[in-house]
């Protein structure tokens, strides 16, 4: 699953560009996940035809489309919200079921985290020319890829059911703590949504300082 929250600028095209970028970013997120399941010893992505950078295959009508342009409308340019179909695997046939479901969980933000440095990383070398027209555009275009991909990352690493953090946690929780897994995965849900509609600006500001730490002055927003 993947969720982000942008300032955008007001025109058709960039919604366009956005939405084309979010796609993309989100569609690498899930193949992530299939791909180091593989390494691990599970074929159920590879096996289901999601290992491919082919849209059809992992585009969710309503998560993909619909959603983050009716969001970037009724915000009036302020919020998308999106995800792909999450890629299978099963647990079971990782060679260490807990410990390599939290590994599989983290690709997909680690992907998205790798993404952003690379193209945080253009923005900074082409930043000097930035007087150049095209260059100028190329940069705003490398910082809205960095800012999806750093806030998908952030979002999904959040310990809250179904979003790849909670997988995580509960990789990483000791035998002895499976009460909070079942609270979580009880209202884990419930929990997510309160934080969307009304705790989300603790996280906009980890998602602004990771940009700029990555972008550097080559920021935009």
Known sequence: MGGTRLIFMDSIPFLLFQLFVLIFSVIIHEISHGAIALRLGDTTARDAGRLTLNPIKHVDLFGSVLLP??????S??????GWAKPVPYNPFNLRKPKLHAG???LAGPASNILIAIFFGIIARVLF???QVSFLG???LAFNVIVLTNIALAIFNLLPFPPLDGSKVLFALL???FQEIQHFLNRYGFFILLFVIFFGFHFVTPVIAFIY?????SAAIF
Do not use: H
């Not at 342009?69 to 009724?74: A, E, G, K, M, P």
């Not at 009036?76 to 919200?81: E, I, R, S, V």
């Not at 700029?212 to 550097?216: L, N, P, S």
């Open 76 to 81: 009036g340019g302020q919020t998308t919200l």
């Open 103 to 105: 590994l599989v969980a």
């Open 69 to 74: 342009i009716s969001l970037f409308f009724i």
């Open 137 to 139: 555009e190329l940069i």
């Open 212 to 216: 700029r730490i990555i972008v550097g």
């Open 128 to 130: 000097p020319l930035a």
């Open 174 to 176: 000791p035998d002895g």
